[in-house]
T-cell receptor, first 117, second 109 residues
Framework: EAGVTQSPTHLIKTRGQQATLRCSPISGHTSVYWYQQALGLGLQFLLWYDEGEERNRGNFPPRFSGRQFPNYSSELNVNALELEDSALYLC????????????????FGEGSRLTVL | DAKTTQPTSMDCAEGRAANLPCNHSTISGNEYVYWYRQIHSQGPQYIIHGLKNNETNEMASLIITEDRKSSTLILPHATLRDTAVYYCIVRPTGNQFYFGTGTSLTVIP
């Protein structure tokens, strides 16, 4: 069974540009979570999608946005890139949303490293 | 979201048990304790979770105090591959996970 896959692995952009990161959850998982991890820091919660809806977002400006598609894959968009957006962006999936949670375990991908120059 | 407090770093000799503490004094009755680890620049990996009772799996044991205000993750025989950042997370059912800064465990040969 394939795990959570993220693309691209690495992305280099310049200030002011837009970045799009993609995530495919494990088959059967309906929830997708996005986290930002700046160098040397912990994971900061960005967004949570379940069944195509945004369920919650962390303390990030509106230029961080995303969506979840009918096949439960997800996209994270970062507009007007700033230098401090340089980070590892991690996607995770879980089997269910707010109800019917079994273990609540998150399965993480290997991340997309965004560098803003 | 409930907060957790972990030591910034710890060392452990290879082959010995690694005991990683976590304080979660504001934990509520329906909140689970989860442990994840992150090996350098990889995605975090689930280790174990529990609510009230102690738990054990092939990776580790989780000891939760009776008042649930703290817990300890135990790696029974630490190996060099266990060197990682370990995150203790308190999570209510149905809500997202908030990771702190974790404990950086270094296993020493």
């Amino acid at each position: 069974e394939a795990g959570v896959t993220q693309s691209p692995t690495h992305l280099i952009k310049t200030r002011g540009q837009q970045a799009t990161l993609r995530c495919s959850p494990i088959s059967g998982h309906t929830s997708v979570y996005w986290y930002q991890q700046a160098l040397g820091l912990g994971l900061q919660f960005l967004l949570w999608y379940d069944e195509g809806e945004e369920r919650n977002r962390g303390n990030f400006p509106p230029r961080f946005s995303g969506r979840q598609f009918p096949n439960y894959s997800s996209e994270l968009n970062v507009n007007a890139l700033e230098l401090e957006d340089s980070a590892l962006y991690l996607c995770a999936s879980s089997p269910a949303g707010t109800s019917g949670l079994i273990t609540g375990e998150l399965f993480f991908g290997e991340g997309s490293r965004l560098t803003v120059l | 979201d409930a907060k957790t407090t972990q030591p910034t770093s710890m060392d452990c000799a290879e082959g010995r048990a690694a005991n990683l503490p976590c304080n979660h004094s504001t934990i509520s009755g329906n909140e689970y304790v989860y442990w994840y680890r992150q090996i350098h620049s990889q995605g975090p990996q689930y280790i174990i979770h529990g609510l009230k009772n102690n738990e054990t799996n092939e990776m580790a044991s989780l000891i939760i105090t009776e008042d649930r205000k703290s817990s300890t993750l135990i790696l029974p025989h630490a190996t060099l591959r266990d060197t990682a950042v370990y995150y203790c997370i308190v999570r209510p059912t149905g809500n997202q996970f908030y990771f702190g800064t974790g404990t950086s465990l270094t296993v020493i040969p």
